[in-house]
């Protein structure tokens, strides 16, 4: 384990990583950023309930008072939770002035890889990632989680991304970049709140002990980079394609409209939506969170059963 002079590792998360045991890292730009309070906490403490369940300890990584947290407790998650936007949303370039000046941070799927890796936890489970935007040809933005994905030996499970983003970019910008993109249980690329995006993934993994080799032999080939695991929401919780479009559409219009750019750009659209769909599309955000934990700590345990 890293011994960063800015880096706070939990106890029971040292423990684990000390023992060889399953950890699986949360990120919290989506309790402070992504969704409303208090629905942020709750969703956030069942998370961690989730991966106990499914054997691994779980580290809910954040930047408080300028400390890089690998595991938060849940008076820091309900801080963060109740706190919500005004906490500094951090992808990688906004670490050195937060740790300098002793702020807090929300980690976004990037530097959620990051402090993870710093602790030595392998495995990271969220709902989605950032990627290429709508006219990124002409804006350039692009988010830094891909280059993360790209550099950082961290496995990301999550449900895919929103159609909030150019699916079909993103996925070059990968293969670029030469991260695998895994489909669990499918061959197509899921788009969050749906199971389908019409997009193929590079592989189909369907259980934890094959995601674990994967990911075993990209360290023994040392690889630099990380792996995407889509694992696509579960049937009963999946939104109606045509509603759920029409409001992403809608809000991406909105965006450009009011002009909204840089990282203001992703949580303007999710809350848009949200306020477009009533809600709905929260519950289906928290159960594919779950499902991704689950997943998570489930790969973890593999993973560690393997050295
Ligand atoms: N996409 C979602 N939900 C989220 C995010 C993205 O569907 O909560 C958050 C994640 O923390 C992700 C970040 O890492 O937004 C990406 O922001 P940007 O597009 O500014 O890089
Ligand atoms: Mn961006």
Same mark, same amino acid.
């Given at each position: 384990?890293?011994?960063?002079?800015?880096?706070?590792? &939990?106890?029971?998360?040292?423990?684990?990583? $000390?023992?060889?045991?399953?950890?699986?890292?949360?990120?919290?730009?989506?309790?402070?950023?992504?969704?409303?309070?208090?629905?942020?906490?709750?969703?956030? *403490?069942?998370?961690?309930?989730?991966?106990?369940?499914?054997?691994?300890?779980?580290?809910?990584?954040?930047?408080?008072?300028?400390? *890089?947290?690998?595991?938060?407790?849940?008076?820091?998650?309900?801080?963060?939770?109740?706190?919500?936007?005004? =906490?500094?949303?951090?992808?990688?370039?906004?670490? #050195? %002035? !937060?740790?300098?000046?002793?702020?807090?941070?929300?980690?976004? @799927?990037?530097?959620?890889?990051?402090?993870? /890796?710093?602790?030595?936890?392998?495995?990271?489970?969220?709902?989605?990632?950032?990627? @290429?935007?709508?006219? $990124?040809?002409?804006?350039?933005?692009?988010? $830094?989680?891909?280059?993360?994905?790209?550099?950082?030996? =961290?496995?990301? %499970?999550?449900?895919?991304?929103?159609?909030?983003?150019? *699916?079909?970019?993103?996925?070059?910008? !990968?293969?670029? /970049?030469?991260? #695998?993109?895994?489909?669990?249980?499918?061959?197509?690329?899921? &788009?969050?709140?749906?199971?389908?995006?019409?997009?193929?993934?590079?592989?189909?993994?369907?259980? #934890?002990?094959?995601?674990?080799?994967?990911? /075993?032999?990209?360290?023994?080939?040392?690889?630099?980079?990380?792996?995407? =695991?889509?694992?696509?929401?579960?049937?009963?919780?999946?939104?109606?394609?045509?509603?759920?479009?029409?409001?992403?559409?809608? &809000?991406?219009?909105?965006?450009?409209?009011?002009?909204?750019?840089?990282?203001?750009?992703?949580?303007?659209? !999710? &809350?848009?939506?949200?306020?477009?769909?009533?809600?709905?599309?929260?519950?289906? +955000?928290?159960?594919? =969170?779950? +499902? +991704?934990?689950?997943?998570? $700590?489930?790969?973890?345990?593999?993973?560690?059963? !393997?050295?």
């Amino acid at each position: 384990m890293s011994l960063n002079k800015y880096l706070d590792v &939990a106890p029971e998360v040292a423990e684990a990583i $000390a023992a060889g045991k399953p950890v699986v890292a949360l990120e919290s730009t989506i309790i402070s950023h992504g969704m409303p309070y208090p629905q942020n906490v709750e969703t956030a *403490l069942n998370v961690e309930k989730i991966i106990r369940e499914n054997g691994a300890v779980p580290a809910t990584i954040a930047v408080i008072g300028g400390r *890089l947290k690998a595991g938060c407790t849940k008076e820091e998650i309900e801080y963060l939770g109740k706190k919500g936007l005004e =906490v500094t949303k951090a992808s990688r370039r906004d670490l #050195p %002035v !937060l740790v300098a000046r002793g702020e807090d941070g929300a980690t976004t @799927v990037t530097t959620t890889m990051i402090i993870a /890796h710093m602790a030595g936890i392998q495995v990271f489970a969220t709902g989605g990632i950032g990627g @290429v935007h709508r006219g $990124a040809e002409t804006t350039m933005d692009i988010s $830094a989680d891909l280059e993360e994905l790209a550099q950082t030996p =961290v496995m990301v %499970v999550c449900a895919g991304a929103k159609s909030i983003l150019d *699916l079909g970019l993103t996925l070059e910008y !990968l293969e670029t /970049h030469g991260v #695998p993109v895994i489909g669990y249980g499918t061959k197509e690329l899921p &788009a969050f709140y749906t199971r389908k995006s019409g997009f193929s993934v590079d592989y189909e993994i369907d259980t #934890p002990e094959e995601l674990a080799a994967a990911f /075993h032999a990209q360290r023994e080939l040392e690889f630099k980079g990380g792996m995407l =695991v889509t694992n696509p929401i579960p049937e009963e919780f999946s939104m109606d394609a045509d509603v759920i479009n029409k409001a992403i559409d809608e &809000a991406v219009e909105e965006a450009k409209e009011q002009g909204i750019h840089g990282k203001a750009t992703t949580p303007f659209l !999710l &809350a848009k939506i949200k306020d477009l769909t009533g809600g709905d599309s929260l519950d289906s +955000n928290i159960h594919l =969170v779950y +499902n +991704n934990a689950k997943l998570a $700590a489930k790969t973890a345990a593999a993973i560690c059963a !393997l050295k």
